[in-house]
């Protein structure tokens, strides 16, 4: 198993480009999120979704939009990037809260983005 | 007072020596607490929960004071390998998650 994969790993940008990150995972997980991590922030969460075609907002869901079309994947789509959005993006997937083990996400290896 | 503080350290300790970290939180309504492990440019990883009742693995013992609102992760005979970043983490819904900044351990030959 694969795991959680991301693409693509490294990306540079200009401002007001856009781009979509793709995010995989195989173990069959309900839950998948988006989150940005930043130098003295921590993880913050972008969007989430707790099934196929459905999406929600995290803490910091501006200038971002999301779209889970199938199970498994996540997509995220930057419409026009700015440098404020210069970070590592990680994915991240779980199991649904029904499920005893659902606290453990799962995370994609990170997406490096440069926005200049 | 922000949700979650941890000490960034750096931490630069001796194999061997014994090292503990706290994390405190302010929503009084968390439920679960994880600690998660992050090696330099890479993802997280789940190192452990923290339990009520306090938890151990192997080298490794996690506890959790609600009065106090802290969870503590406490790391014995450490070896050059447990050289990361670790990571405080509490939920109080299935899409309410909290990352703290983390606190970085070296640790030195």
């Known amino acids: 198993n694969a795991g959680v994969t991301q693409t693509p790993k490294f990306r540079v940008l200009k401002t007001g480009q856009s781009m979509t990150l793709l995010c995989a995972q195989d173990?069959?997980?309900?839950?998948m999120y988006w989150y940005r991590q930043d130098p003295g922030m921590g993880l913050r969460l972008i969007h989430y979704?707790?099934?196929?075609?459905?999406?929600a907002k995290g803490e910091v869901p501006d200038g971002y939009n999301v779209s889970r079309l199938k199970k498994q994947n996540f997509l995220l789509g930057l419409e026009s990037a700015a440098p404020s959005q210069t970070s590592v993006y990680f994915c991240a997937s779980s199991y649904s809260v029904e499920r005893q083990s659902y606290n453990e996400q799962f995370f994609g290896p990170g997406t490096r983005l440069t926005v200049l | 007072r922000k949700e979650v503080e941890q000490d960034p350290g750096p931490f630069n300790v001796p194999e061997g020596a014994t090292v503990a970290f706290n994390c405190t939180y302010s929503?009084?309504?968390?439920?679960?607490f994880f600690w998660y492990r992050q090696d330099c440019r890479k993802e997280p990883k789940l190192l452990m929960s923290?339990?009520?009742s306090g938890n151990e693995d192997g080298r490794f013992t996690a506890q959790l004071n609600r009065a106090s609102q802290y969870i503590s992760l406490l790391i014995r005979d450490s070896k050059l390998s447990d050289s990361a970043t670790y990571l405080c983490v509490f939920k109080t819904s299935y899409d309410k998650v909290i990352f703290g900044p983390g606190t970085s351990l070296s640790v030195i030959p």
């Open positions: 923290v339990y009520s």
């Open positions: 979704s707790v099934g196929e075609g459905t999406t």
């Open positions: 173990m069959n997980h309900e839950y």
């Open positions: 929503n009084s309504a968390s439920q679960s």
